[in-house]
């Protein structure tokens, strides 16, 4: 892998341990676990002297370890998580030949990018991306990977890196010494990541989603490496599932999909109906004031308040998980609020009509206990 060396050091001088929020922080001016977030990249974890680290961060001139176990200040041995540099370098790398590969097929330059534990993101300077650029972004950034491309680490400085076409003008902020990284003809960038030492290493890259992001950007979700493995897996298991459960093929899943959605949609109005029909015969019998508690499907109570004599009454129907409220005489926001006083539970609504749920079922007795009190 291509790492400074910086980070492949294998001890630390920690200066001064700190307790912030009842969390533990080891500090250090200088260390071989890699910043949370810097560059945009994850950043590195294992173990000082045995305790474990569990986050990284770079604050001015220290760097921030915190870690799980008290230890004294002092120089330690260290040992890094090898494998999740190993996927590090894997999503990093191919983060470089997507963005170059945006460019090549497009025109399109990266803004901004993050990696995150599960998928990486990388935020394009357009607002809109055609369906057949994401795919032919996606083939041309695989066929890299198969050509196998050595990846150089080139060290030089902000005078000698006017020798390279970088995909993106250096930062004015960079002093001193830049590290390049050249993926043969494809893709030159200044960068202090992690990457391998060939692109077939990365394995294979997947866009996996896009997103429209501050009004002008467009923000795609990718995996590289084993994540991408990963994600075939889950979701080849996920169409397998579908297809069992609705005997059909995977390539007939969409039609069968549609057609099931299609008859849902007609019950749903079907059922609508019908329960409006019900909700008008119920109104006819109800009672013309006091309290008028009934259960049933949800679709029968929210046609009932609105059809309902409520002038003198309290409608509560509850249709197994929430209550229906509703009355011409008393003000359901406050009757609400009273509910949640003396029950718990969350709710809300307007003067004559209102929801509410609670994690246990009342009685007929509990509404007429607060009916006085309105």
């Excluded at 990457?195 to 795609?220: A, F, N, P």
């Excluded at 297809?243 to 609508?272: C, M």
Aim: hydrophobic share 35%; with cysteine.
């Amino acid at each position: 892998m291509k790492i400074i060396d910086t980070y492949l050091d294998t001890k630390i001088l920690i200066e001064d341990i700190i307790t912030k929020d009842g969390k533990l922080f080891a500090l250090a001016k200088k260390s071989p676990f890699y910043p949370d977030w810097k560059g945009g990249q994850l950043g590195d974890r294992g173990t000082i002297d045995g305790v474990n680290v569990l986050s990284v961060k770079e604050e001015n001139e220290w760097i921030i370890h915190e870690i799980d176990k008290p230890i004294n200040a002092g120089e330690y041995n260290v040992s890094i998580d090898e494998k999740r540099r190993f996927e590090i370098a894997q999503q990093h790398t191919g983060q470089h030949i997507l963005s170059a590969a945006f460019v090549h097929i497009a025109e399109i330059e990266t803004v901004s990018f993050r990696m995150g534990d599960e998928y990486s993101t990388i935020d394009l300077d357009v607002p809109f991306i055609d369906p057949d650029v994401i795919k032919e972004v996606e083939e041309l950034s695989n066929t890299v990977i198969q050509k196998n491309i050595p990846i150089e680490e080139i060290i030089t400085d902000v005078e000698g890196v006017n020798n390279y076409p970088l995909r993106r003008k250096l930062s004015e902020k960079v002093k001193g010494t830049v590290r390049v990284i050249k993926i043969g003809d494809f893709d030159t960038a200044a960068c202090g990541g992690f990457h391998m030492d060939y692109t077939g290493e990365v394995g294979m890259i997947k866009i996996i989603d896009t997103e429209k992001v501050k009004g002008s950007l467009t923000r795609i979700y990718a995996v590289s490496g084993m994540r991408a493995l990963k994600y075939y897996q889950k979701y080849n298991y996920v169409l397998k599932e579908l297809s069992k459960a609705l005997t059909s093929s995977i390539d007939e899943l969409p039609v069968r999909i549609e057609k099931l959605q299609n008859q849902a949609r007609e019950q749903a109005l079907t059922l609508s109906k019908i329960s409006e029909e019900y909700a008008k015969l119920l109104a006819t019998n109800l009672p013309k004031e006091g309290l008028i508690y009934l259960e049933g499907y949800s679709e029968i109570g929210n046609s009932l308040w609105k059809i309902a004599n409520l002038e003198n009454a309290l409608l509560v129907f509850y249709d197994g998980t929430k209550y229906i409220i509703a009355s011409k005489k008393y003000n359901i926001k406050n009757f609400i609020k009273l509910l949640i006083e003396n029950h718990g539970g969350k709710g809300g609504g307007k003067d004559d009509f209102g929801n509410y749920q609670t994690s246990k079922k009342l009685t007929v007795s509990d509404f007429e206990k607060l009916i006085q009190n309105l």
